[in-house]
């Protein structure tokens, strides 16, 4: 009698080593070592100056954005303040590296640790408040830190800022564009990395719960508020990190960059990229920032046209204005964001040539 033989029709788990697999799939992990080659053996040699300076900017918003969805998308707890945690490690790493003379790959990571103690002190309020109340106080935290950066003057320089030194990496000099992408991407990587595997974690699995239900949560023996209070430092270590690579690639830092606007900014990063994806946040930022850029192109474009007084006053909140659209068509059509988008992208291309 003829033995039949099935063959498999999906990617099915048999152990919980397989279910620890970031990439289930041979098919992913060779598309994830042709998008390193790529990203690191091609862009950085096809780019301009001016493509790699936004390519950067990228990177550098990239992880502050990966810190805060783990915040926001999987734990629950809103801030405003993500764009002042931004400012402290640019700041911290600024001083460090001015005053305290640490060389750069201590500064950066060093900043982040101060950026995370500031985010703890004003995660403290998480233990009483939630959702719009804790916005509340995180808002406060946003003010205040802007206030600090501006009138501190003997520390943080004031409104005339600091004058960050070059970067140099075990005597690499990273004066250029190309040589702190590698630096930038390398530390991009290697956040998203830990980010991925912090949720795959009993630490990243608590989060969730918090954010699903809180009770719940706290009834099952999770202890809610230090699990809130580390979200609140890992998201600000992760804004912290990506602050001071942001001084040192600027090379010359201010308060003006690090106020409310940043933040709002960073919120609507993990709402066009998506809530609770770690790739959502990824492609947020990359949208907001390739949105920054079209619209100073476009604004400044209609400025030179020479457009009556009257235009020209319409057209300056033009940004403010297709950011607000584009949070609220991506929640009517798509809430889940750019990853949902990407998803059933990746699907139609598994089921093709049948539709989804």
């Not at 005597?171 to 912090?198: E, K, P, Q, S």
């Not at 209609?302 to 929640?331: C, D, H, K, Q």
Request: charged fraction near 10%; proline fraction near 4%.
């Amino acid at each position: 009698m003829r033995k039949l033989q099935f063959h498999p029709c999906g990617a099915y788990k048999t152990s919980y080593f397989e279910e620890l697999h970031i990439f289930s799939t041979d098919f992913g992990r060779l598309w994830m070592w042709i998008g390193i080659v790529l990203l690191f053996g091609v862009l950085p040699f096809i780019s301009n100056a001016y493509i790699l300076y936004v390519v950067n900017n990228m990177g550098i918003y990239a992880i502050a954005a990966v810190g805060l969805n783990l915040l926001i998308g999987f734990t629950g707890q809103i801030s405003l303040g993500h764009g002042a945690f931004f400012g402290v490690g640019a700041y911290a790493g600024a001083i460090l590296a001015t005053k305290a003379g640490l060389p750069f790959y201590i500064a950066v990571p060093l900043a982040g640790v101060m950026s995370a103690a500031v985010g703890m002190v004003f995660g403290l309020p998480s233990a009483r408040l939630k959702h719009l109340y804790l916005c509340i106080a995180t808002l406060a935290g946003q003010f205040i830190i802007e206030y600090v950066l501006v009138q501190w003057e003997s520390l943080t320089g004031g409104a005339m800022g600091i004058v960050v030194p070059s970067a140099s990496l075990f005597g690499i000099d990273l004066g250029n564009d190309r040589a702190f992408f590698y630096v930038i991407y390398f530390c991009f990587v290697l956040m998203t990395w830990i980010a991925v595997n912090l949720i795959r974690t009993r630490i990243g699995r608590a989060f969730i719960a918090i954010r699903d239900n809180d009770r719940a949560a706290e009834g099952m023996g999770i202890p809610i508020f230090p699990y809130k209070l580390l979200s609140f430092a890992i998201s600000s270590f992760y804004a912290g990190f990506a602050g001071a690579l942001y001084a040192y690639y600027t090379m010359s830092i201010t308060p003006e960059p690090f106020n409310l606007w940043l933040s709002i900014e960073y919120i609507a990063m993990i709402i066009i990229g998506g809530l609770g994806s770690i790739p959502g946040s990824v492609f947020g930022a990359v949208f907001i920032v390739s949105l920054n850029e079209i619209l100073s192109h476009l604004t400044e474009y209609l400025m030179n046209v020479g457009v009556s007084t009257g235009v020209a006053i319409t057209i300056a909140p033009l940004r403010e204005f297709v950011y607000g659209l584009a949070i609220v068509l991506f929640i009517i059509f798509e809430p889940k964001g750019l990853a949902e988008v990407w998803r059933i992208v990746r699907s139609s291309f598994r089921l093709w040539p049948f539709s989804y």
